[in-house]
């Protein structure tokens, strides 16, 4: 018979989602887990899982439990996510679970992949440790840190984060299409933060003729590059474009229809690009492109309009969540581009409605988080 979660349980599970943290933009498509050692309520090892291919978090917290001299055995291990009973790039945590010669394991979250789904605890248990998998906050915490991983183990396709910036009066960019710059620097540089931790960032060739984006993640702590990915039908792309100037910096994929010029693709081709091909209506190819870029291994990404795009991908239901940063001005005109195009809800009972919305400030800017999904 198990023992009840207590109140220090929760609080060293809470220590350990923040040290989860430490892996954000490093180890996808791994999930962020962190892990603490504790005797009688005393932290005696601490770790998370830092890069893709490094120590997992339990085994992290192991050594360092060791490193201070200290030994262990007996100890609880409060970790985010189930320990791993599987060999993938590292040895099963289970095994080093055993070997260290832990007591108790209390887990925030199950892994919802197919090699893991409870097979670890599952293990831990029979061996006659005490396996606790808790409920309430410290579980939703858990689950909403790894909405990439999770939606990519359960549905194999990367989540879906929709980025805008706004005018008051819901407006991407004026009638005559300027939209530069709308947000605030400070709002700006957190979206290339977004960037960095992304697997991809996504435009319609409409942004990508407007703007001439680069689109790559531009802020000092940015450890890798996500995926450019432009849905351009036709495969328009200007060779001479920065995204395909900038492929040296940062991989780019251009989804094209089956009737997009052969030349063009394979010109885009021998500039470096993957070029991913796509049927259907604008919503049926969101969903096609999706599913291979997670085939691929992409787990999440950033989804940065236009108008256009970012309809198509509401109609097919494939946003998770909405990160508006509403400026304080307003443009007007009816001409002027709103957030999402599409066909959109019949009435407003069919409306998508969120499931959580969080607000801050971001200078002079209103950022407004809206979860439509949960994993
Ligand atoms: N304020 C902001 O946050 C923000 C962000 C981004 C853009 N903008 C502004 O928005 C304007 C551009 O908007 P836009 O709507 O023209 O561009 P868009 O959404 O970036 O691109 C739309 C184009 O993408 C192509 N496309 C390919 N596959 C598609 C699919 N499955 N579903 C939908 N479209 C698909 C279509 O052209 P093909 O049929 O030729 O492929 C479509 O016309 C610019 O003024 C830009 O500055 C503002």
Redesign the pocket.
Known sequence: MSAVVTAQDRLQLQRALELAEGGRGRVSPNPLVGAILARQGEVIGEGFHAELGGLHAEVAAIHECRARGLDPAGSTLYVTLEPCAHHGRQPPCTEAILEARIARVVIASEDPSEKASGRGPGILRDEGLEVEVVGGPEAAAARLLNQAFRKHARIGRPLVIA????SLDGR??TTG????W??GEASRRLAHRWRAESDAVC??????L??DPLLTAREPGAVRQPTRVV????A?LPLSSKLVESIDAAPLAV???PAAPAERIEALKASGALVIV?DG??????AG?LAELGRRGLTSLLL??????????LDASEVDELRL?VAPIVIGGAGA?P?A??TGAATITDATRALAMEWERSDGDLLIRARLREW
Not at 203 to 208: F, L
Not at 231 to 234: K, R
Not at 304 to 313: D, S
């Open positions: 980025k805008s910036a706004l991407v960019a299409g300027d939209s530069r709308i947000s435009v319609g060739i409409g942004t990508a407007a703007d849905f351009d039908s036709e328009r989804i094209a229809r796509c209506d604008p919503a049926g190819r969101v492109a940065e309009g236009g108008p256009t795009l970012t309809g198509a991908f940063f581009s957030v195009g599409g």
